[in-house]
């Protein structure tokens, strides 16, 4: 997987939940009809879920019986999760969808969550990525 720095519109929008509540729309493929997922994301991870779905998007639909719901976009413990649940998927979907998955949390370590700039984990009472300067400000 490759993630791409975020562009200054991004950057500009760091409040800008909009972003985030346009995800289910564009991936409606993955994320069904209905609002049973849930996203409690910020907006400094939103290149990396977006990255993360449209790959599993074409990667679904190269099993014509194969269906993903993601269920859950959150932040646990300071990283990006994403729950899902895959069915009629053959054992390389399911494989390829838990290494995606698992690339991206692994990539949120070093994003800060509110404004996608380069961020550290901080362990502690509340666990979060933040840049210097996200940090210092929030």
Known sequence: LVFPQLSDQLERSVNNTSLLQQL???????????????MYIRVGW???VDDLFELLTV???TEPYATLRITTVK???GLLR???KLTDGSPRLSE???QAVNAASEHSRYLCELCGARGTLYQGPCWRVRCEHCLETR
């Open 59 to 61: 990667q679904v639909a």
């Open 46 to 48: 939103y290149e990396i």
């Open 24 to 38: 289910p729309l564009k991936y409606s493929s993955i994320f069904g009809q209905q609002e049973p997922y849930r």
């Open 96 to 98: 390829m969808i838990r």
């Open 75 to 77: 932040e646990k413990f």
């Open 82 to 84: 994403v729950n899902y």
